[in-house]
């Protein structure tokens, strides 16, 4: 076992797991969505909130994961798991996986919707960190062609560090085995090494001049209303925060939370 930082996964076969009572741990990732949801999908997770809130306020790094549906446009896919973690309450830290082991038509066509979902992903929070989940065999059959920039999070029980298979040179994340009937992980790194890789993610990017980078939080999908609220032209607030549209005229009685650009008040 290599020197790292050591979590736990979860979904709702472990239902309300008691995050209180572990020791040792860095992080904690938890199963959020599946598909699109619907019948047979128990998506989103019924556990999800519980993992969510636990995780957090046991002091761990967090993560949730989406289940791939190889036979579902992956861009929708993603908009549906960040819409649910939306609901949740999306951190600027939280780490933000594809689950991608289930065959789709063809190991291409597989590896499409996967890179769909996650160029969608890095539209939807792009300073967010997040990856791809799968297993050796399957991503050397080709359903992990083209996702070798996104840092890999590899199944793989075993004691001895794994060889992550291509498209990637090395892991990031390694499920190495479980303990008392729970997944458990390895970071590729110390606890302070994952911290330092979370932070760079989440570092906000240099703004345009005249403008700044606010949370946000608010009750309604009504760009008008987010416009009024800070003083601002509702086509000013979509050119300065474009991602924006995709909740417009959803009409979702949902929150957004997360950070929107807006003009510097005068001095």
Known sequence: MVASAQGLDVSNYQGHFDWAATTGLSFGCYRLTQGLGGQGTNSPDPDA?????????????????????????GAVQARYFITEHRLLGLGDADMLWCDNETPGPSPAETARCAAAFMAELEKLAPANPKGVYTFIDFAKEGNCDGLAAYPLWLAYPASAAPVPPPPWHNWTFWQ??????????????????????????????PQPQGFELVKGWWRTYDLQKIAASYGISEQLLVELNPELHMWEGTGLPVHYSGRIRVPVAAP
């Open 49 to 73: 909130g519980w993992n969510h809130t636990e995780i957090a306020r046991k002091g761990l790094h967090r993560g949730a994961y989406h289940f791939l549906n190889p036979a579902l446009d």
């Open 176 to 205: 190495w085995g479980t303990r008392t009937g729970t997944d458990a992980d390895a970071f590729n790194g110390t606890a302070a090494a994952l911290n330092a890789w979370i932070a760079d993610f989440i570092v906000p990017p």
